[in-house]
């Protein structure tokens, strides 16, 4: 063993343990007989391990109880807890007992990720996260995946003598759909007498169906089958495709010139922050194979400002958006077609997502649920076939089968980014819009995982 292995375990189990002894003193009870339960029911899950494809070792759904003790526990019972569980994992029914470095090294990162996840969510920042349980969920699942992954993976990398960042993209890419589909299975349980709405059970279809998408490229060689091309750098566009690039803006620029003259300065600040955040997610884009577009996290806070915003106001967001998506740091510097393209094709889509959602409104009684589904149906409709034709004259291949390939890419991830969006838009009204935007955090990671898992595809491809 290295001294800077030997460092850093040292490193992690004294920080784990000191994090552990200022919990352990400062103890507060919520309940005997709840605790007992939840240790118990803590010590009987950690003896399931799961083995995931494409993933050495195994994973344990320990990190549930985590979520369920940042929402309904102290940070001293969560921590007893989760300890415990780990200590029943390593030593019950195990094939190979740990050594006590591993065991202290594995104490020290369950005390160190729990303790992150409390002094987020339970600390200074609980206040602003106005007592809102899916948003403060939402934000431990995301500090806890992030600690206990970086600390487990700087472990490997040491031990393996590989980067850091590789070691995390195989664990990650792995691990993260299954323990998000656990974060929704936590958020619904009805605890501490919060019943979800029946509704509420359908955020679980998009990360399955997620999880079921990872799964299937884990068998694939190549990510389509048949023939097909990559597509040209975006110069030399013929004139068909130049005709319709000319329509779209043509039809964007009447929509917006309209929506002027009906826009009404009601709250600024809202759309501020839609602008700002739309701008700064817009960076996270996902090339998708053997296609010339990419799918950017900006649709999330599209879908939500659908609902939300006025119609001009969703126009300037989709378009600024876009704008951010086409520029930054793209890998083929876009043509002048492209500049004009993206940033109307977008608008036009939202814009008249928008408009179909407001004609429904009075038939869906203010649901936010119908009202996104519809949104989301519109808008990603729209927004495909606009692109998909635009690829099919510029490349001259076949619409059909252009728009098999890349729904089969793009759907998995804006489905999930759609229950995001839903969650954004329920949370404003309990918490207001800038604490309402946190569920991102977790929708980023999503982005990483999907983006991980695409580029494997196709560099194989």
Not at 54 to 73: D, K, N
Not at 191 to 220: D, H
């Amino acid at each position: 063993m290295t001294l800077k292995l030997k460092s850093y375990i040292g490193a992690v189990t004294l920080s784990g343990a000191a994090v552990l002894a200022w919990t352990l003193a400062n103890w507060q009870s919520t309940g005997h007989r709840y605790f007992l339960i939840y240790v118990l029911l803590a010590v009987l899950v950690s003896l399931l391990k799961l083995r995931l494809p494409g993933m050495p070792g195994t994973f344990s759904p320990l990190f549930l109880f985590v979520l369920i003790g940042v929402g309904h526990l102290s940070p001293a019972e969560t921590m007893v807890g989760t300890c415990l569980a780990m200590l029943a994992q390593m030593l019950l029914f195990t094939q190979q007992r740990p050594k006590l470095v591993q065991a202290v090294f594995n104490l020290g990162n369950v005390a160190l990720s729990v303790g992150t996840c409390f002094l987020v969510v339970r600390g200074p920042w609980e206040a602003q996260l106005g007592g809102y349980l899916p948003v403060a969920l939402a934000v431990a699942a995301c500090v806890y995946f992030v600690v206990n992954t970086v600390l487990v993976s700087g472990l490997l990398a040491l031990l393996q003598g590989k980067g850091l960042k590789e070691v995390c993209s195989q664990w990650y890419a792995w691990s993260f759909p299954y323990y998000l589909v656990g974060v929704a299975l936590v958020g619904l349980l009805p605890l501490s007498g919060r019943m979800p709405e029946p509704e509420a059970w359908l955020a679980l279809v998009p990360v399955l169906y997620l999880v079921q998408f990872y799964y299937g490229l884990s068998e694939r060689t190549h990510p389509d089958p048949g023939t097909g091309h990559r597509a040209n750098s975006g110069t030399g566009f013929p004139s068909s495709a130049k005709i319709y690039i000319s329509l779209v803006a043509a039809a964007c620029l009447t929509i917006v010139t309209w929506a002027a003259f009906q826009w009404e300065a009601l709250e600024l600040e809202r759309f501020i922050i839609y602008m700002l955040v739309g701008g700064a997610v817009s960076v996270f884009k996902v090339r998708m194979p053997k296609l010339t577009g990419n799918v950017s996290l900006n649709f999330v806070v599209l879908l939500a400002a659908i609902v939300e915003l006025q119609l001009l106001e969703v126009a300037l967001l989709a378009g600024t958006s876009a704008i951010v998506q086409v520029m930054w740091k793209p890998k083929v510097r876009p043509s002048t077609a492209q500049m004009i393209f993206n940033p109307t094709a977008l608008a036009l889509a939202a814009c008249f997502a928008h408009q179909v959602c407001s004609t429904a409104a009075p038939y869906l009684q203010g649901s936010v649920l119908g009202m996104l589904m519809l949104a989301t149906l519109t808008m990603y409709s729209t927004n495909t076939f606009l692109v998909v034709l635009v690829v099919s004259l510029s490349e001259r291949n076949s619409l059909s089968n252009l728009w098999k390939r890349f729904c089969f890419w793009s759907l998995p991830y804006y489905l999930v980014g759609a229950g995001f969006a839903a969650l954004i838009l329920v949370a404003a009204k309990v918490t207001g819009w800038g604490v309402a935007m946190t569920p991102l955090l977790l929708m980023v990671l999503v982005y990483f995982s999907y983006r991980v898992h695409v580029g494997r595809i196709s560099d194989a491809a």
